[in-house]
Nanobody, 123 residues
Framework: QLQLVESGGGLVQPGGSLRLSCAASGFTLDYYAIGWFRQAPGKEREGILCISSRGEVRHYADAVKGRFTISRDAAKKTVYLQMNSLKQEDTAVYYC????????????????WGQGTQVTVSS
């Protein structure tokens, strides 16, 4: 059974950093792309970044360029989202999701989802 579990969320001050982890079980990252998404209260879920099965990175959101990066450790079956220079508008529930390709970032295209982890940026 394919499963994803996010961790690493929490409360951080503006300008701070967090690293989220997405641990996969039941499948290997060699055949799946992993995307990071977020959903703020009252807003549509949006794509942030994706890393393909070959390790290629696709950016979905201009708002995080230069601040967020995605990486993976295939041996640990874990994908990371490093978030720097956090802003209050980054507050959201962050999800990772798996699919065969990164695509255009449309969240409905991704089939397998984690439960989400809350990130709150506040002073």
């Amino acid at each position: 059974q394919l499963q994803l579990v996010e961790s690493g969320g929490g409360l951080v001050q503006p300008g701070g950093s967090l690293r989220l982890s997405c641990a996969a079980s039941g499948f290997t990252l060699d055949y799946y792309a992993i995307g990071w998404f977020r959903q703020a209260p009252g807003k549509e879920r949006e794509g942030i970044l994706c890393i393909s099965s070959r390790g290629e990175v696709r950016h979905y959101a201009d708002a995080v360029k230069g601040r967020f990066t995605i990486s993976r450790d295939a041996a640990k079956k874990t994908v990371y989202l490093q978030m720097n220079s956090l802003k209050q508008e980054d507050t959201a529930v962050y999800y990772c999701a798996a699919d065969s390709v990164c695509g255009t970032g449309a969240w409905r295209a991704f089939e397998t989802w984690g439960q989400g982890t809350q990130v709150t940026v506040s002073s």
